[in-house]
């Protein structure tokens, strides 16, 4: 449990990833707690979109994640991934890959009021087969690593954490939405639960 203030109107972009977040966390400490933590057990499969985008939640023993991307810029191209969330691999698998664009589409998002503070300090941009930060990558899959970050952070909107295998095909946030929600309309598909602590707590 933590109380998260904000006093602007969204979270800091920082460095485009999550490793920030977890060094301040890390440097806050943690305080072991007397109730024990509740989580929603997925109990069967929900999908949402179609045969090009879509995403699912079915039954598992932890939250597991298994992505997989497909863009056309060479320096992405197809990349997948599966990563169970057990023993400390959030912050060692997921939490240091950057948010990404490609370098045509800035422009235009400029022109609509967004990205304003997008730079290479907090993004990973991206030019046809190049990659124009001076350092490169962290990870040489760092795009798929970002999608299934986000992807947990949709998942937490349930508001507590998930027990169960998230799968993600070409999905964004507006899908991963849309599969809590069909998992919430559905008493059927889930349970709470009580979770034992583990290093990804």
């Given at each position: 449990?933590?109380?998260?203030?904000?006093?602007?109107?969204?979270?800091?972009?920082?460095?485009?990833?999550?490793?920030?977040?977890?060094?301040l966390v890390e440097c806050a400490g943690l305080v072991e707690q007397d109730l024990p933590r509740q989580a929603l057990e997925?109990?069967?499969?929900?999908?949402?979109?179609?045969?090009?985008?879509?995403?699912?939640?079915?039954?598992?023993?932890?939250?597991?994640?298994?992505?997989?991307?497909?863009?056309?810029?060479?320096?992405?191209?197809?990349?997948?991934?599966?990563?169970?969330?057990?023993?400390?691999?959030?912050?060692?698998?997921?939490?240091?890959a950057r948010t990404f664009g490609f370098a045509h589409e800035f422009d235009k998002l400029r022109e609509m009021g967004l990205?304003?503070?997008?730079?290479?300090?907090?993004?990973?941009?991206?030019?046809?087969?190049?990659?124009?930060?001076?350092?490169?990558?962290?990870?040489?899959d760092e795009f798929v690593r970002h999608k299934m970050l986000d992807g947990v952070g949709d998942l937490y909107l349930a508001?507590?954490?998930?027990?169960?295998?998230?799968?993600?095909?070409?999905?964004?946030?507006?899908?991963?939405?849309?599969?809590?929600?069909?998992?919430?309309?559905?008493?059927?598909?889930?349970?709470?639960?009580?979770?034992?602590?583990?290093?990804?707590?």
């Amino acid at each position: 449990n933590v109380v998260v203030e904000l006093d602007g109107p969204e979270v800091p972009v920082m460095d485009g990833s999550a490793a920030p977040f977890v060094f301040l966390v890390e440097c806050a400490g943690l305080v072991e707690q007397d109730l024990p933590r509740q989580a929603l057990e997925i109990l069967k499969q929900v999908s949402v979109g179609d045969e090009k985008r879509g995403a699912s939640l079915a039954p598992s023993d932890c939250l597991s994640i298994d992505f997989k991307i497909d863009f056309e810029a060479g320096a992405v191209g197809q990349q997948g991934l599966d990563v169970r969330l057990i023993n400390g691999s959030f912050k060692s698998e997921l939490s240091r890959a950057r948010t990404f664009g490609f370098a045509h589409e800035f422009d235009k998002l400029r022109e609509m009021g967004l990205t304003q503070g997008g730079s290479l300090d907090n993004a990973v941009v991206v030019d046809g087969d190049d990659v124009l930060n001076e350092d490169g990558l962290r990870y040489k899959d760092e795009f798929v690593r970002h999608k299934m970050l986000d992807g947990v952070g949709d998942l937490y909107l349930a508001g507590m954490p998930i027990i169960g295998h998230f799968r993600g095909r070409c999905s964004g946030h507006a899908l991963n939405h849309a599969l809590l929600r069909a998992v919430f309309a559905d008493p059927t598909a889930y349970q709470y639960t009580e979770q034992v602590p583990t290093a990804d707590a």
